[in-house]
């Protein structure tokens, strides 16, 4: 798992076409129109895409892909014709008529910000190709959010920083990186909480920069705050080592023997489970498993994946007996 500091990284286009209205503003033919352009171009890919109208989606299937990344809460209960566009490998996804007619991303495990843009630009590049988008001389791309406008561009790395968290410097290091127009974010974005340690950092400005700056300052950011996560990593050791090593233990106990797991209590120990595997205390033999447990875990996909819709006490039943599967299988101590 390397030193698992950095989880995924991500990078997002924002586009729109000339000629239209916002998505808030279309009109069904219009929304249609757009979703039908987007599609078009994307089937010229090696790669296959499948669609999903969002009209199509039950409450259920649009939570689970909303939990995995693929989609976004304004994309579920924004444009009532907005769909999501995902390739097979499910790193690529398209949403269109959300915010904008177009917000394509590309998620990738890992410190990989360089290759998830050169794979997002790729797709930008083919839908652009037949289409013609708003762009201006002077501003760049022009988008629904001022924010936006500019590259449209946002690059992103989800990152796990127990060390900083528990030695209570997470504080001063994000208020050095703000200075540096990033923002930090919980793991779902604006306005979401941190669970298990985990944080979304991300360039705040698109207007002014290139994408090669903004790709550069962000993953400056990145570096940085890695640096400092693995310092505090190894102070947190050297300061309490017995205690952090009974708190890994006990969360190993809690994942492998649980009857029952709240959401909450299991990103809490899981967080722990996944410190374990960095210090040597524990041995992960499918990192990629271990990781997909974080989503796998949230309610919508449990429910998802058992055919049936369940109350929260069946969920967490649920939960701690998938963990306990996985993480017997794939961690020892």
């Given at each position: 798992?390397?030193?698992?500091?950095?989880?995924?990284?991500?990078?997002?286009?924002?586009?729109?076409?000339?000629?239209?209205?916002?998505?808030?503003?279309l009109?069904?033919?219009?929304?249609?129109?757009?979703?039908?352009?987007?599609?078009?171009?994307?089937?010229?890919?090696?790669?296959?895409?499948?669609?999903?109208?969002?009209?199509?989606?039950?409450d259920?299937?649009?939570?689970?892909l909303k939990?995995?990344?693929?989609i976004?809460?304004?994309?579920?209960?924004?444009?009532?014709?907005?769909?999501?566009?995902?390739?097979?490998?499910?790193?690529?996804?398209?949403?269109?008529?959300?915010?904008?007619?177009?917000?394509?991303?590309?998620i990738?495990?890992?410190?990989?910000?360089?290759?998830?843009?050169?794979?997002?630009?790729d797709?930008?590049?083919m839908?652009?190709?037949g289409?013609?988008?708003?762009?201006?001389?002077?501003?760049?791309?022009?988008?629904?959010?001022?924010?936006?406008v500019?590259?449209?561009?946002?690059?992103?790395?989800?990152?796990?920083?127990?060390?900083?968290?528990?030695?209570?410097?997470?504080?001063?290091?994000?208020?050095?990186?703000?200075r540096?127009?990033m923002?930090?974010?919980?793991?779902?974005?604006?306005?979401?909480?941190?669970?298990?340690?985990?944080?979304?950092?991300?360039?705040?400005k698109?207007?002014?920069?290139?994408?090669?700056?903004?790709?550069?300052?962000?993953?400056?950011?990145?570096?940085?705050?890695?640096?400092?996560?693995?310092?505090?990593?190894?102070?947190?050791?050297?300061?309490?080592g017995?205690?952090?090593?009974?708190?890994?233990?006990?969360?190993?106990?809690?994942?492998?023997?649980?009857?029952?797991l709240s959401a909450?209590?299991?990103?809490?120990?899981?967080?722990?489970?996944?410190?374990?595997?960095?210090?040597?205390?524990l041995?992960?033999?499918?990192?990629?498993?271990?990781?997909?447990?974080?989503?796998?875990?949230?309610?919508?996909?449990?429910?998802?994946?058992a055919?049936k819709?369940?109350?929260?006490?069946?969920?967490?039943?649920?939960?701690?007996?998938?963990?306990?599967?996985?993480?017997?299988?794939?961690?020892?101590?």
């Open positions: 798992m390397e030193n698992n500091v950095v989880i995924s990284s991500r990078v997002r286009l924002a586009r729109n076409f000339a000629g239209y209205k916002f998505p808030a503003h009109d069904s033919e219009s929304s249609l129109a757009i979703t039908q352009k987007v599609y078009s171009a994307l089937s010229q890919s090696s790669e296959k895409y499948s669609i999903m109208r969002i009209s199509d989606m039950s259920l299937q649009g939570e689970a939990e995995l990344h693929l976004s809460d304004d994309l579920l209960h924004g444009n009532r014709y907005a769909a999501a566009i995902v390739n097979k490998a499910n790193d690529i996804s398209v949403m269109v008529n959300e915010e904008d007619h177009i917000r394509a991303q590309c990738l495990p890992g410190k990989r910000l360089g290759e998830a843009y050169r794979r997002i630009n797709v930008d590049d839908i652009s190709a289409n013609k988008i708003a762009f201006d001389p002077r501003l760049g791309y022009l988008t629904a959010c001022p924010t936006n500019g590259t449209g561009m946002r690059a992103s790395a989800l990152m796990f920083l127990p060390g900083l968290s528990l030695t209570h410097s997470l504080e001063n290091c994000m208020n050095a990186v703000s540096f127009d923002t930090v974010r919980g793991e779902y974005g604006e306005g979401s909480d941190s669970e298990g340690y985990l944080y979304q950092v991300s360039n705040q698109t207007l002014g920069l290139s994408e090669e700056d903004i790709l550069r300052n962000v993953s400056s950011a990145v570096d940085q705050i890695e640096k400092n996560e693995i310092t505090a990593r190894k102070a947190l050791l050297e300061s309490n017995t205690a952090v090593r009974d708190a890994i233990m006990r969360a190993y106990g809690v994942m492998t023997n649980a009857y029952a909450k209590e299991f990103m809490e120990k899981f967080a722990l489970v996944r410190l374990g595997v960095y210090y040597g205390f041995r992960c033999e499918n990192g990629t498993k271990l990781d997909a447990l974080v989503s796998d875990s949230r309610p919508a996909n449990l429910m998802l994946k055919g819709n369940m109350d929260p006490e069946e969920r967490d039943i649920c939960r701690a007996k998938l963990a306990s599967d996985v993480i017997s299988s794939v961690v020892t101590k």
